[in-house]
């Protein structure tokens, strides 16, 4: 049974292109299972997170995290009376924008691309499942379903208007332009409690992962972790219960209570606030004018307060700092390479390269080709056309 407040299947605002409806499968999970069979889905298992690919076996991949963040976003969804398929399907798609290299990767590309319209990974995302794609017969991309398509492009929240967050100012990525313009996304509203989820989800796996992640890399300590909020009261009672216990238990033991705090409060909190506002329609969650998903105000300052400390000792770490200048330099070289000799594209390429109109019509090819590589291919690609590889980056694990 679902919330009256959820998206019913039924209600969807369907396709692009109309499609007979599935006889076992709902408009969601059809959703679900095409973003599973996607290219670009496949292509996250060899994406950076927060370490590059070749570093070590244990790191979480672009991949791993979606998979962690469509576990916690059918949750969260099937706790408050949602639609969990919706849930998961905008989990699933959300990162599939993210260009080799994780967030390093798409600053470098956001700055190549700055002339020609942007680049931004959520919207790049969109263009994937939109346009990218090419496999059915009768459309180009997927054809999702409005409501997942609607996820993906808020992911962070309304796009314009008054409720658009202010790194929104400006124009649209030009990604993400087309497809509204194709299809009118309402991006001055907030999207779907569904869709909301998932974004919170996203919060939730990364910053628990991220902790085990550099724990696992040695840029911090259990003992540093003691002494932030959120981290400190875990550990605590973990050591009043399990006194002794050995080195790596005791660091899941915590941070599983970590995870389970975050998921916890938010449900608390979404509960609260669905029962306060008394929403009858997906409809009325979109008007709202603030998001129904959140945490609470005293989780979110102590997770800011960790997530600095991530920023500084981990993400910003001079062993992690040095990879990202290598990285960049391998994507400031491919893509300039690639714009002035589009030929070095693939085959299968030269078709959209020879329909391009103009300098930007092409970067954004180049832009998609270069987004879509994987971390070892990007470094192969670089090493094969330029010079240089992983043994200019240091070899091995960060230290």
Same mark, same amino acid.
């Given at each position: 049974?679902?919330?009256?407040?959820?998206?019913?299947?039924?209600?969807?605002?369907?396709?692009?292109?109309?499609?007979?409806?599935?006889?076992?499968?709902?408009?969601?999970?059809?959703?679900?299972?095409?973003?599973?069979?996607?290219?670009?889905?496949?292509?996250?298992?060899?994406?950076?997170?927060?370490?590059?690919?070749?570093?070590?076996?244990?790191?979480?991949?672009?991949?791993?995290?979606?998979?962690?963040?469509?576990?916690?976003?059918?949750?969260? +969804?099937?706790? !408050?009376?949602?639609?969990? @398929?919706?849930?998961?399907?905008?989990?699933?798609? *959300?990162?599939?924008?993210?260009?080799?290299?994780?967030?390093?990767?798409?600053?470098?590309?956001? &700055?190549?691309? +700055?002339?020609?319209?942007?680049? @931004?990974?959520?919207?790049?995302?969109?263009?994937?499942?939109?346009?990218?794609?090419?496999?059915?017969?009768?459309?180009?991309? $997927?054809?999702?379903?409005?409501?997942?398509?609607?996820?993906?492009?808020?992911?962070?929240?309304?796009?314009?208007?008054?409720?658009?967050?202010?790194?929104?100012?400006?124009?649209?990525?030009? =990604?993400?332009?087309?497809?509204?313009?194709?299809?009118?996304?309402?991006?001055?509203?907030?999207?779907?409690?569904?869709?909301?989820?998932?974004?919170?989800?996203?919060?939730?796996?990364?910053? *628990?992962?991220?902790?085990?992640?550099? !724990? &696992?890399?040695?840029?911090?300590?259990?003992?540093?972790?003691?002494?932030?909020?959120?981290?400190?009261?875990?550990?605590?009672?973990?050591?009043?219960?399990?006194?002794? $216990?050995?080195?790596? &238990? #005791?660091?899941?033991?915590?941070?599983? #209570?970590?995870?389970?705090?975050?998921?916890?409060?938010?449900?608390?909190?979404?509960?609260? &606030?669905?029962?306060?506002?008394?929403?009858?329609?997906?409809?009325?969650? #979109?008007?709202?004018?603030?998001?129904?998903?959140?945490?609470?105000?005293?989780?979110?300052?102590?997770?800011?307060?960790?997530?600095?400390?991530?920023? *500084?000792?981990?993400?910003?770490?001079?062993?992690?700092?040095?990879?990202?200048?290598?990285?960049?330099?391998?994507?400031?070289?491919?893509?300039?390479?690639?714009? #002035?000799?589009?030929?070095?594209?693939?085959?299968?390429?030269?078709?959209?390269?020879?329909?391009?109109?103009?300098?930007?019509?092409?970067?954004?090819?180049?832009?998609?080709?270069?987004?879509?590589?994987?971390?070892?291919?990007?470094?192969?690609?670089? =090493?094969?056309?330029?010079?240089?590889?992983?043994?200019?980056?240091?070899?091995?694990?960060?230290?």
């Amino acid at each position: 049974m679902l919330a009256p407040y959820a998206c019913l299947p039924d209600g969807s605002r369907g396709r692009l292109w109309p499609e007979r409806l599935s006889s076992f499968r709902s408009p969601y999970q059809r959703d679900r299972d095409r973003i599973i069979h996607s290219s670009a889905f496949r292509r996250l298992k060899h994406k950076t997170q927060v370490f590059v690919e070749h570093e070590g076996d244990y790191y979480r991949t672009r991949l791993t995290h979606t998979i962690e963040v469509a576990q916690v976003a059918r949750t969260i +969804a099937g706790v !408050l009376g949602l639609n969990t @398929d919706l849930s998961e399907a905008v989990a699933l798609a *959300h990162d599939l924008g993210h260009t080799p290299f994780g967030h390093t990767g798409e600053d470098a590309m956001e &700055r190549l691309m +700055a002339p020609y319209g942007g680049f @931004d990974h959520n919207a790049q995302a969109l263009r994937i499942v939109t346009r990218l794609e090419r496999h059915y017969a009768d459309f180009d991309g $997927l054809n999702l379903s409005w409501e997942t398509l609607e996820g993906i492009a808020k992911h962070n929240g309304p796009v314009t208007g008054p409720n658009a967050d202010k790194k929104h100012e400006g124009p649209l990525p030009y =990604a993400l332009a087309e497809v509204n313009q194709q299809w009118d996304l309402e991006l001055d509203t907030h999207a779907s409690a569904e869709a909301q989820v998932a974004a919170i989800a996203d919060d939730v796996a990364y910053s *628990h992962h991220d902790l085990h992640d550099g !724990l &696992r890399s040695g840029l911090f300590t259990e003992a540093d972790l003691m002494e932030l909020p959120v981290t400190g009261p875990a550990f605590e009672e973990v050591d009043r219960t399990y006194p002794g $216990l050995e080195k790596m &238990r #005791r660091r899941h033991e915590a941070l599983r #209570r970590v995870f389970g705090r975050m998921v916890e409060d938010v449900i608390a909190v979404a509960q609260n &606030r669905l029962a306060s506002a008394q929403p009858k329609s997906v409809d009325d969650i #979109r008007h709202m004018g603030t998001t129904i998903i959140r945490f609470s105000k005293p989780l979110y300052q102590d997770l800011k307060a960790v997530r600095g400390f991530l920023f *500084h000792r981990m993400y910003r770490a001079p062993s992690v700092m040095a990879v990202r200048a290598d990285v960049t330099r391998m994507v400031d070289g491919l893509f300039p390479l690639f714009l #002035r000799d589009p030929s070095l594209l693939p085959a299968e390429w030269q078709a959209d390269v020879a329909a391009a109109k103009g300098e930007a019509a092409l970067a954004r090819i180049v832009a998609d080709y270069v987004a879509g590589m994987t971390d070892r291919f990007a470094i192969q690609e670089h =090493a094969r056309l330029i010079g240089g590889g992983t043994e200019q980056m240091g070899g091995g694990q960060i230290p």
